[in-house]
């Protein structure tokens, strides 16, 4: 996911806030690993915004198991996410998997 900051939030309580949720995720088993980077020196493609959040899972089983607790919009994740959602502008969200697949046949020796 890629985001910019609506004018006036502040980008280490943003931080702290994206931590709450994605630990909170985690904590449920729900995705394996995330991180949080921020563009350096303004290097990078605008349009995909200077906060970048990148979520992992073990397969798409979990990551549908992360979305359906996430689309409940209630409760503790609710409350989590929340304050994320608030402080962000020019949400971009992409999927996209490690390659070659381990099921895939490999032609290099």
Request: proline share 5%.
């Amino acid at each position: 996911m890629w985001c910019n900051l609506r004018d006036g939030r502040r980008d280490v309580e943003f931080a702290g806030h994206v931590k709450a949720y994605l630990d909170f995720l985690k904590g449920q088993g729900k995705i394996e690993r995330w991180s949080l980077e921020r563009r350096k020196f303004g290097f990078g493609p605008r349009d995909l915004g200077e906060f970048h959040i990148i979520v992992s899972t073990n397969d798409l089983a979990q990551l549908d198991a992360a979305f359906s607790t996430v689309a409940t919009r209630s409760g503790e994740v609710e409350r989590l996410h929340a304050p994320v959602y608030s402080m962000v502008t020019d949400f971009v969200a992409a999927l996209y998997r490690d390659f070659p697949d381990p099921e895939r046949a490999s032609t290099a020796p």
